[in-house]
């Protein structure tokens, strides 16, 4: 079956690190590969995905390449901010858009001015 | 970007009661929608999938007669948890499918925490 190892956290940083995350998968075929983002009291956002191998996806600074030879999807930002704290899972989807995600733990990410 | 909604936000129950969640999507029309739970620290894990006007499909280890699903319109499903007990007690949440753009998107609702005293 499928499945979404991450890193567990919680990481902590300063204002204008290098943040990584990383994210491997096991999945059957070619799955679509996501990153979301909970912010405190809110619901799951996409922030990010890719859907075949050697894509990037990007959004807000946050960039992660879909690897098919490592089976991973490493989330990357140059320059953290106190506004990046959130938790952040990794997921995929191999089945198309009409089935459910398959989601990492969640890695809690806080980011210290 | 897509709106949805869950109600209640969360919600308190005594153990042997049912219990119904509402997952809308508010701007747009979803004939798929999804069911998650999510334990403390742990990552959601998929209920089922409900799919407007037939019968919701459920992952291997669900019980479909305690977690009774109904789609019942193009903007609403509803969760309902039959004889609640404590080991009921967790966070759902449900996404919705929207077809518009140029690639399928799930949009999840903020998530309901059910307590079974």
């Known amino acids: 079956g499928n499945s979404v190892t991450q890193m567990e956290g919680p990481v902590t940083l300063s204002e204008e690190a290098f943040l990584t995350i990383n994210c491997t998968y096991t999945a059957t075929g070619y799955p679509s590969l996501?990153?979301?983002?909970?912010?405190?009291?809110?619901?799951?956002?996409?922030?990010?995905?890719?859907?075949?191998?050697?894509d990037k996806g990007s959004n807000k600074g946050f960039?992660?390449?879909?690897?098919?030879?490592?089976?991973?999807?490493?989330?990357?930002?140059?320059s953290v901010q106190v506004s990046d704290s959130a938790v952040y899972f990794c997921a995929l989807n191999s089945g198309g858009g009409a089935d459910g995600l398959t989601f990492g733990k969640g890695t809690h990410l806080i980011i210290q001015p | 970007g897509a709106v949805v909604s869950q109600h209640p936000s969360w919600v308190i129950c005594k153990s042997g009661?049912?219990?119904?969640?509402?997952?809308?999507?508010?701007?747009?029309?979803?004939?798929?929608m999804f069911w998650y739970r999510q334990f403390p620290k742990q990552s959601l894990m998929l209920m089922a999938t409900s799919n407007e006007g037939s019968k919701a499909t459920y992952e291997q280890g669900v019980?479909?007669?305690?977690?009774?699903?109904?789609?019942?319109?193009?903007?609403?499903?509803?969760?309902?948890?039959?004889?609640?007990?404590?080991?009921?007690?967790?966070?759902?949440?449900?996404?919705?499918?929207?077809?518009?753009?140029?690639?399928?998107?799930?949009?999840?609702?903020?998530?309901?925490?059910?307590?079974?005293?």
């Open chain 1, 34 to 54: 996501f990153w979301y983002v909970q912010y405190p009291g809110e619901g799951l956002q996409l922030l990010l995905k890719a859907t075949k191998a050697d």
């Open chain 1, 63 to 78: 960039e992660a390449t879909y690897r098919k030879e490592t089976t991973s999807f490493h989330l990357e930002k140059g």
């Open chain 2, 17 to 32: 009661t049912s219990v119904k969640i509402e997952c809308r999507s508010l701007d747009f029309q979803a004939t798929t």
């Open chain 2, 63 to 117: 019980e479909k007669d305690k977690f009774l699903i109904n789609h019942a319109s193009l903007t609403l499903s509803t969760l309902t948890v039959t004889s609640a007990h404590p080991e009921d007690s967790s966070f759902y949440i449900c996404s919705a499918l929207d077809w518009r753009g140029a690639e399928d998107t799930q949009y999840f609702g903020p998530g309901t925490r059910l307590t079974v005293l």
